[in-house]
């Protein structure tokens, strides 16, 4: 069967068709509008633009999903979209778009819940995990682990207090002069940190982590993991400590290394991240490890992930970095499963910021 998955619950306009055959998918097509040039000299996403561009993009890039997939809407035997959680005025663009399309063309509909739709990425690797296992996303707004119990039911685990993981690098690299979504440039410039810190072109994480004598106590910054055994985070704490510590450094005229810093603080976030799954992995022996979202496509916190999953002798599913942000295939996937269990959602589907 193919499936049209929908996606628009921040800043990526997505419609994919994935195709399922023996529970196995194939990726017919995945296309994704992006709005970042339209919210970077905002700093962030201005919610209201958000909306206004997905309306503008989101006919387009469906006539665009179906022609690359070579299919008509009269084969697409489930429409898929994302309801929750999300920005209401995003969110409610994909919504109203996927339920007139359903309804006029009386194709099954279901709803999907966003982090399970970035956790259902990983069945779309080539060797898809089977539940049970741990899951974590970890994207610009969430910060959140999950004990998988089967393909439709997540407990969750562990999470942000207040901020998430992705949006402490957008706002800690607007202020080091990284353009957003400062993600990936976070993660360059904390490489070079690392390497010139160890000395080592690759492989530093280890050292870095091994050798105090590495970190310099300039760039000191507290670990956003909240003591105790809990799996939760707090990463405003990690961001108020960094912005002191760039005003420190302004007022005192101390020659700030962006590299180092941006080393000591990328450290802090990925090894947190490591202690929380950590503990979820030692509290479900034998449980494989799927991490997914935009933050899962940094380099050193896939690095990590490969050391702490060899450590408890599980498998590591990270979708590869195409499938990591927002995009409509996941959503297909997720949704996928939600039809299977027997889920539909009608014309009164709505669209809900939270995650409930
Ligand atoms: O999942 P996503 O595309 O959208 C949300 O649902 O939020 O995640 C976007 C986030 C942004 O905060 C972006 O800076 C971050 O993913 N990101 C990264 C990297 N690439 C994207 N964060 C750290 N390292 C990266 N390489
Ligand atoms: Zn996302």
Not at 78 to 86: D, K, L, Q, R, W
Not at 218 to 231: E, F, I, K, Q, R
Not at 263 to 288: F, M, Q, W
């Amino acid at each position: 069967m193919y499936l049209l998955g929908f996606e628009s619950s921040c800043d990526e306009t997505a419609a994919s068709v994935l195709e399922v055959t023996d529970g196995r998918f194939v990726i017919r097509s995945n296309i994704v509008a992006s709005q970042i040039e339209i919210h970077r000299r905002f700093g962030g996403v201005v919610p209201e633009i958000a909306g206004r561009a997905h309306i503008e993009a989101i006919s387009r890039i469906t006539e665009e999903a179906l022609s690359t997939a070579g299919v008509s809407l009269s084969d697409i035997g489930c429409i898929a979209v994302t309801s929750h959680p999300g920005l209401i005025g995003a969110l409610l663009v994909a919504v109203n778009f996927a339920k007139a399309l359903a309804v006029s063309n009386e194709i099954p509909l279901v709803e999907v819940d966003h982090m399970k739709g970035h956790i259902s990425a990983a069945y779309l690797t080539e060797t898809p995990p089977a539940p049970p296992f741990i899951a974590m996303a970890v994207s610009g707004g969430h910060t959140s682990i999950y004990e998988v119990k089967d393909y439709t039911d997540y407990t969750l685990i562990g999470s942000t207090r207040d901020d998430a993981i992705g949006e402490a690098f957008d706002k800690i690299g607007r202020l080091i002069g990284i353009p957003y979504p400062a993600g990936a440039g976070f993660d360059a410039l904390a490489r070079e940190g690392f390497q010139k810190a160890t000395g080592r072109e690759t492989d530093f994480w280890d050292a870095y982590r091994a050798s105090p004598a590495y970190r310099s106590p300039a760039y000191h910054l507290p670990s956003p993991a909240v003591m105790g055994d809990n799996l939760d985070f707090s990463f405003s704490g990690l961001k108020t400590a960094a912005i002191n510590l760039l005003h420190r450094f302004e007022q005192t005229g101390e020659a700030f290394d962006r590299a180092a810093f941006a080393a000591a603080y990328t450290y802090e976030a990925v090894e947190a991240v490591a202690k929380k799954l950590d503990i979820a992995l030692s509290r479900h022996p034998g449980y494989p490890l799927v991490v997914s979202g935009g933050v899962a496509a940094n380099s050193h916190l896939r690095a990590r992930l490969k050391t702490l999953a060899d450590k408890h002798g599980t498998t590591l599913c990270l979708p590869p970095v195409s499938l990591c942000g927002d995009n409509g295939a996941m959503i297909a996937a997720a949704g996928y499963y939600e039809y299977l269990a027997g889920a539909r959602a009608d014309a009164h589907l709505g669209a809900r910021a939270s995650d409930e």
